[in-house]
């Protein structure tokens, strides 16, 4: 049987469901939802950045150019590299303010 965890997306108040071995921008768009921004989908972009602020989860290898060690440790990760152990919340994270500043350049 496959364990499926809820995935809360605070402000977008939106909720859904994801296998425990899934990615949760995968999950998300498996069910036609758009609660979280689509980018390339493996972990380069930066575009579907999140902060998850409950529940236990793992990631798998993300670009530090779109998430520091710091960003990690504060727990902003990319969706598409994120896979639950537990039931989450999260928010949507603003682009790191290095990014921010080359795309204003």
Same mark, same amino acid.
């Given at each position: 049987?496959?364990?499926?965890?809820? *995935?809360? /997306?605070?402000?977008?108040?939106?909720?859904?469901?994801?296998?425990?071995?899934?990615?949760?921008?995968?999950?998300?768009?498996?069910?036609?939802?758009?609660?979280?921004?689509?980018?390339?989908?493996?972990?380069?972009?930066? *575009?579907?950045?999140?902060? *998850?602020?409950?529940? =236990?989860?793992?990631?798998?290898?993300? #670009?530090?150019?779109? /998430?520091?060690?710091?960003?990690?440790?504060?727990? *902003?990760?990319?969706?598409?590299? /994120?896979?639950?152990?537990?039931?989450? #919340?999260?928010?949507?994270?603003?682009? #790191?303010?290095?990014?921010?500043? =080359?795309?204003?350049?």
């Amino acid at each position: 049987m496959t364990v499926r965890f809820e *995935i809360y /997306v605070e402000d977008k108040d939106a909720r859904f469901q994801c296998a425990e071995e899934q990615r949760l921008l995968h999950a998300m768009q498996a069910q036609g939802l758009g609660s979280i921004p689509v980018g390339c989908k493996g972990g380069g972009c930066g *575009i579907c950045r999140v902060q *998850i602020t409950q529940g =236990e989860y793992e990631t798998r290898k993300m #670009s530090r150019a779109h /998430v520091t060690e710091e960003d990690e440790q504060r727990g *902003i990760a990319l969706s598409c590299r /994120v896979v639950p152990k537990s039931n989450l #919340s999260l928010r949507l994270a603003p682009r #790191s303010a290095e990014e921010e500043s =080359e795309s204003a350049a």
